[in-house]
């Protein structure tokens, strides 16, 4: 996970996605079942990527993010330099 600034990071894979969720998640303070719930997907679907599960349903993982308070953005990495 290469972090680019506090609001901006580059996540390539979906082990850095779980691990970002974790560690957000854990630094507000929220249980799994609590983001679960304000994402509106099951407790299993929060720990499973948190946990290096290398498939996610990119809808219900747009949710948890979301319910973190950040976005999913995609950008051209030719530009991007």
Avoid: C, W
Avoid at 16 to 39: C, D, N, P, T, Y
């Amino acid at each position: 996970m290469k972090i680019m600034n506090k609001s901006h990071q580059k996540l390539r894979s979906t082990e850095e996605i779980g691990a970002f969720v974790r560690q957000e998640r854990k630094a507000q303070g929220i249980s799994q079942e609590q983001l679960a719930g304000v994402a509106g997907t099951g407790t299993r679907f929060v720990s499973e990527p948190e946990n290096g599960k290398r498939t996610i349903q990119a809808d219900k993982m747009i949710k948890v993010v979301e319910a973190l308070g950040y976005g999913i953005s995609i950008m051209n990495r030719r530009e991007a330099k």
